[in-house]
């Protein structure tokens, strides 16, 4: 009822469709060569552009005798990521447990320390225990 009503008031206006040519999408084909020519002449020009800059690029390297980069070599990162691959589970826990490659294992004072930090967190607790903030 209210489209017939709308249907009503656009139709005075003059704004009926007034059945010209459309393309699938419903414009008009003018219209849709005019924006795929307007898309060619942006991509030309951002194509002169990359030119003029690549040419600057080599004076700088020419002038400074810099080597460039390979295009051809890729990185060898997973589709879509930004880093590198994810490490497993297992390979974190290997990590972790190769206490030989830090400092203190290599001086031969993990013991100490996990004794001194298991100390600490007694005492830590104890002291939190005579506050009324900690319980």
């Known amino acids: ?3 017939n009503q709308l249907n009503e008031v656009t139709g005075g206006l003059g ?3 007034d ?3 459309k393309t699938e999408t419903g414009e008009d084909p003018e219209v849709v060569a005019a924006r795929l020519e307007q898309e060619e002449r ?3 020009k951002h194509r002169k552009m990359e030119q003029e800059r690549e040419k600057m690029r080599q004076g700088i390297r020419d002038k400074y005798a810099i080597k460039k980069k390979e295009e051809g070599v890729a990185m060898d990162f997973t589709e879509g ?3 590198g691959p994810r490490k497993t589970p297992e390979e974190i826990a290997a ?3 190769a206490e030989d490659d830090s400092i ?3 001086l031969g ?3 100490q320390v996990e004794k001194a930090k298991t100390m600490a967190t007694g005492a830590f607790e104890t002291v939190k225990g005579f506050f009324p903030f900690g319980k």
């Open 1 to 3: 009822m209210v489209g």
């Open 15 to 17: 704004l009926k469709d």
């Open 19 to 21: 059945g010209g040519e």
């Open 42 to 44: 942006r991509k030309e």
């Open 81 to 83: 990521r930004i880093g």
């Open 95 to 97: 990590e972790m447990n």
């Open 104 to 106: 203190i294992g290599q």
């Open 109 to 111: 004072l993990t013991e």
